[in-house]
């Protein structure tokens, strides 16, 4: 479904990426973990095109694509979502209106039917309720107003809502309190399927409790350093980012060796 | 003819003050100085297309329309005009400024519909006009609404004096839609007396050179001023809204917001000047104006100036120029919505929040229509 390989991305001409290389199964979930400046959310907004991010090597093909060649809503069409670390609140752009305007935005790039307001207000209140939000939410404008809480489960929401293939969320755990944790695992589980892919970017192994990946990779420095199964990121909370650059220093050493 | 002459004529004021009020505007009025007018012609024909833009069914039966600056009865409806309110106007001269008086002593639960057309004649064509608006008590609705048709140049000028007695309330919506032909001086002054209200919404689209200079004095204690305003402008277009209110007696306040666009080579101004007058004590003066450039070439220059002579001042202001946030742009772009649509969402939603004091649902509807091809931004 997604398939990275040796991707150099430069950002304001500094390399933040540095032949990174990931391959993913639909129904696969992939934790990214690593420290601060390792390249995590850049990974991301690089898959979900954003500008700003020079790609100076490598490919990233998904679903057969050159995914880099892609517009940004494009990219959304095709089923890529990003979860943003962020959420942008946007004054007076209501969010129902948003949504249903993506919604349909995307389904007509598909060839699929729009949605009309009864259909789209059904399939909203389903969605909601997974995720423990208030209706009134929708009559706001975009993110405005929310809490840092609301602002990330209203993230999930709309993945909810949009139903991609290939699903990436940037640090969604962050700022969140225990119960909030819990509703947004509760959303990404109930979305897990066999055809559909996620990437959760994490600084903390906390989240992974909650949604138990298959695959942990560790980002260091731009590229992969270590993957493993779920248990990596337990003893990755256990010794600290440290021991794997240790390991990696090792690993150089004898690399330079032989 | 001198374009020091033409500002006489537009009204008087400290010749020095004026220059220095005109000084982002200048240009466009010396080029317009430099062109010969001819009067232009009361009994100018309007085409079925013309009619559509103001015909609203809305306003049927409340609508008075004035061809360059003189009252038509034969474009005009007024079969269902409240009995509070009362229109008077001369007739019309050959080259008389031509004069309206419009006197409201209750309230009207719908606008009253004023149209003002700028109809081009053979040769660039001028016209001038005088409105007198008078409300005693009660609330009462306008819409003034003006109207350029492309063509030869037109170049319009309305004086208009408001007085808002005791108590009572004007609410007051100004739409210029004017051609790229043409051009309007507006002058408004307004005297507000004790627990009068002024609520106006300006909504300033196309010109050659359109110029606004609003005065308020809020006169009476706890008067009250909200302005609310939105330009977008494209092409060679060029706005300029001057604003001038005073506080003069106790417990006054006004409440200033103003969103302006500008794209291609477009100019827009905005100035908001609030002086607090000494022993305006508790007076209350906010102003914020916001404004949006979409092309490199475009400008847009705003001042909010605050003088403050009393003590108990509650008092903000604020402006800025800036571009599209580019995260907004890309987080509406990563859910699906392309490029062209996003921006019309965020320019749209950016331009909209200027039009919170329109009651009319069927009124901001029209407005939402004039504004949306303005928000395009194709050429971004």
């Known amino acids: 479904m997604l398939k990275i390989e040796n991707l150099h991305v430069r950002v304001a001409g500094k390399e933040i990426l540095k032949g990174l290389s990931l391959t993913m199964n639909p129904g696969e979930v992939h934790a990214i973990m690593g420290p601060n400046g390792a390249g995590k959310s850049t990974l991301g907004n690089v898959l979900a095109g954003r500008e700003g991010y020079e790609v100076s090597a490598g490919t990233v093909k998904y679903a057969g694509a050159d995914l880099l060649e892609l517009a940004p809503e494009a990219r959304a069409a095709a089923g890529v979502f990003l979860a943003f670390q962020y959420p942008v609140e946007i004054p007076g752009v209501n969010n129902t209106y948003f949504l249903r305007a993506a919604l349909n935005a995307q389904r007509k790039v598909r060839g699929e039917p729009e949605l009309d307001s009864m259909q789209f207000l059904k399939r909203v209140r389903e969605k909601l309720a997974v995720l423990h939000l208030k209706d009134e939410l929708l009559h706001r404008a975009v993110n405005e107003g929310f809490s840092g809480g609301e602002k990330k489960r209203n993230e999930i929401f709309q993945m909810a809502l949009l139903e991609p293939k290939l699903a990436i969320l940037d640090e969604t755990d962050s700022g969140l309190d225990i119960d909030a944790l819990k509703m947004v695992a509760d959303g990404v589980n109930a979305m897990r399927d066999p055809a559909r892919a996620f990437v959760v970017i994490t600084h903390y192994q906390r989240l992974l409790d909650y949604i138990v990946p298959d695959f942990v990779h560790v980002l260091a420095d731009g590229r992969i350093v270590e993957s493993g199964d779920a248990g990596l990121a337990h003893k990755l909370e256990e010794h600290g980012y440290a021991w794997i650059a240790e390991r990696k220093l090792g690993h150089g050493v004898s690399a330079g060796a032989a | ?380």
């Open chain 2, 1 to 380: 003819m001198a374009a020091a002459a033409l500002l006489e004529e537009f009204g008087p004021a400290d010749a020095r003050e004026r220059d220095e009020s005109w000084r982002y505007s200048r240009t466009a009025l010396r080029a317009l100085a430099q062109q010969e007018f001819v009067t232009a012609d009361v009994h100018a024909s309007v085409d079925a297309a013309l009619r559509e833009r103001f015909a609203w069914t809305q306003t049927d039966g409340r609508r008075a329309v004035f061809v360059n600056g003189v009252f038509s009865a034969a474009h005009s409806d007024l079969n269902a005009i409240a009995a509070s309110v009362q229109l008077r106007h001369d007739a019309a001269g050959d080259d008389t400024e031509h004069r309206a008086h419009l006197a409201i002593n209750g309230d009207c639960a719908e606008p009253l519909h004023l149209v003002y057309l700028g109809l081009p004649g053979a040769a660039p064509c001028r016209w001038s006009a005088v409105l007198d608006i008078a409300v005693t008590h009660g609330h009462a609705r306008l819409i003034e609404h003006h109207l350029g048709a492309a063509g030869s140049d037109v170049l319009g000028a309305l004086r208009s004096r408001m007085t808002i007695g005791a108590g009572a309330t004007l609410h007051l919506t100004a739409i210029c839609d004017l051609a790229d032909s043409t051009s309007l001086y507006h002058r408004g002054d307004a005297t507000l007396a004790e627990g009068a209200s002024l609520l106006t919404t300006h909504v300033l689209l196309g010109g050659r050179l359109q110029r606004h200079d609003v005065g308020v004095a809020l006169a009476g204690a706890h008067s009250r001023f909200d302005s609310r305003g939105v330009f977008a402008l494209r092409g060679r277009q060029h706005a300029d809204t001057h604003m001038d209110i005073r506080h003069v007696a106790r417990d006054t306040a006004c409440d200033v917001l103003w969103r302006g666009i500008a794209d291609d080579r477009s100019r827009g101004i905005f100035h908001g000047a609030i002086t607090v007058a000494k022993g305006a004590d508790g007076a209350d003066a906010q102003l914020s104006n916001r404004n949006l450039l979409l092309s490199a070439l475009a400008e847009i220059d705003t001042q909010p100036a605050l003088e403050i002579h009393a003590d108990e001042v509650k008092a903000a202001h604020g402006a800025t120029v800036g571009q599209l946030d580019e995260r907004a742009l890309f987080y509406l772009r990563s859910r699906g919505i392309d490029v062209a649509e996003a921006r019309r969402m965020l320019v749209g939603a950016f331009a909209a929040v200027a039009l919170d004091r329109v009651e009319q649902p069927w009124l901001r509807a029209h407005l939402g229509a004039l504004l949306a091809p303005r928000v395009g931004t194709e050429n971004a």
